[in-house]
């Protein structure tokens, strides 16, 4: 169906993202894409979708060349992506921005296109607020409105981006149904993931790329082990024992209520964390957690209750565009945000000394850059989230608020996070994950707690619970 023959890609500041990729996509096929942050896959997946047009190589559909100079050259063609940053128009509404596939006078905004939207929703098992303005839904929920979009278009060929890092375990087996589904009706979906138990029950085959090369393709067969040591090679253990146990109270939150115009997002919230614990609460995303975080870090102010930190907190955004990094600054400017007093010297800033810091930054979290002097905007998201992770745990806070603090990463990566996480903890500090990923819970939580619209509905040490307990609390069964 579609040949990307010899791709190569080099940015303005030199970064070679690809180097002379070939892959195939088949028609009635599932193509798992591999592989470590930076390794190129969603530069890749761009360049096939008109995002980007590539250095070197060619794209053939169908035995014919093509060359696309925007993504709507790639519309036209039944190519669809949905990104894993999200591509709407925050002021407009879900249903606007799906009109506004049809030309910008918003004319293909009516019933039809409502029951066409709504239709596939359904199908997707998706609830979604159709005439609330997009910039007011959680993340989760404008995820699922680019999925309804990326199929309204009629694609056949479907590139999904890390396309279950905000769904509920439930969700993404509505996910996968759907993907089989697609790949039924003749269509090619490329699924994009770092979370390999969950493509290789959908993946026909699987491509690996490593630092902009391929590396291989793998039947589905040869199960996780071959695929991480093929993205990342021998990938490092580490240990996650816990030292000490949990002692004084670090977080209190009690009775806490937040309203948007008169909509209770969080009822009555009640939780703690304890300096040497992790506290991971979950949930599916749109049920409070963003509305409690917004308040625990001063973002949003609660209309009842009371928040009691002691100490200095930490904190690891889900949204490392919106609130963890101005995107057209260098790294440099990008790592000592909101920790640049400690680069003052007698009125005037430490560059030099801000420079060593961000360099130090880059080397320690193995951030694929140019250097400091790159702009945040070139690197892969995984890349963009090590910087933000580091310059966070540089605090060295008595508190940290880790909201999906490995969304995005690679295998090897997001187990380096896992490790510090683990170590803050140790070293005497309370963690609060707020993370949708129950096996990362219950892997590093000394407690869990569930939120389930607005509420939190379950609480206990992590050792006690299991995963069919709290998938179902998550459910609000």
């Given amino acids: 169906m579609i040949v990307l023959r010899e791709i190569h890609k080099v940015f303005p500041d030199g970064t070679y ?8 996509l088949k028609a009635g096929e599932v193509l798992g894409l591999l592989g470590e942050n930076g390794a190129g896959k969603t530069t890749l997946m761009k360049i096939l979708s008109g995002i980007y047009e590539p250095t070197r190589g060619a794209i053939e559909i169908d035995g014919r060349p093509v060359r696309f100079r925007s993504a709507r050259d790639a519309m036209r063609e039944g190519i669809a992506m949905v990104h894993q940053h999200l591509s709407l128009v ?5 249903l606007e921005n799906i009109a506004l596939l049809e030309g910008p006078s918003l004319g293909g905004l009516g019933k039809l296109l409502r029951g066409k939207v709504e239709a596939i929703a359904r199908s997707l098992g998706f609830e979604v607020e159709w005439d609330r303005p997009v910039g007011e839904l959680p993340l989760g929920v404008r995820q699922r409105i680019e999925i309804v979009k990326a199929l309204y278009l009629g694609a056949r060929v479907l590139i999904l981006d890390e396309p279950t890092s905000l769904l509920s375990p439930p969700e993404v087996k509505s996910l996968l149904d759907i993907v089989k589904r697609l790949k039924a009706e ?12 969950e493509v290789l029950p959908v993946a026909d085959r699987i491509a690996v790329l490593r630092r902009g090369e391929k590396v291989g393709e793998y039947p589905p067969s040869v199960g996780p082990d071959v695929l991480v040591e093929a993205m990342v090679g021998k990938l490092k253990s580490w240990t996650l024992g816990r030292e000490g146990e949990p002692s004084d109270v670090v977080l209190s939150v009690e009775d806490l209520w937040v ?31 963003e509305a409690l975080v917004d308040a625990l870090v001063g973002l949003r102010r609660p ?8 100490g200095l907190v930490a904190y690891i955004p889900d949204d490392r565009h919106g609130r963890a990094l101005v995107l057209d600054l260098p790294l440099v400017h990008n790592a000592v945000l909101g920790i640049h007093r400690r680069f003052s010297r007698a009125g005037l800033f430490d560059w030099a000394g801000a420079r060593r810091f961000a ?14 002097d790159a702009p945040a905007r070139s690197l892969s998201g995984g890349n963009q989230q090590k910087l933000v992770v580091g310059r966070e745990l540089s605090k060295r806070a008595d508190l940290l608020i880790a909201h999906q603090p490995t969304r995005g990463l690679d295998v090897a990566t997001t187990e380096y996070v896992h490790k510090l996480l683990v170590d803050v903890r140790n070293a005497g500090a309370g963690v609060l994950l707020v993370s949708s990923d129950l096996d990362e819970a219950l892997k590093l939580a000394d407690t869990v707690s569930v939120i389930y619209r607005g509420r939190v509905v379950l609480n206990k040490p992590a050792r006690e619970a299991t995963v069919e307990e709290i998938g179902r609390a998550m459910a609000g069964l």
Avoid at 17 to 24: D, H, K, W
Avoid at 90 to 94: A, H, K, N, S
Wanted: glycine share 12%; aromatic share 4%.
């Fill in 259 to 289: 309203y948007d115009r008169g909509r209770p997002l969080l009822q009555g919230v009640n939780l703690s964390v304890r300096r040497r614990e992790v506290h991971a609460l979950v949930g599916v995303e749109g049920n409070g957690q």
């Fill in 17 to 24: 993202a690809l180097r002379g990729v070939t892959l195939e």
């Fill in 90 to 94: 925050e002021e407009l509404t879900p």
């Fill in 186 to 197: 003749g269509r090619a979906v490329v699924f994009i993931t770092h979370k390999i138990p």
């Fill in 303 to 310: 209309a009842r209750g009371s928040i009691r930190a002691g």
């Fill in 359 to 372: 360099a130090k930054l880059i080397e320690e979290f193995s951030i694929v850059a140019p250097g400091p």
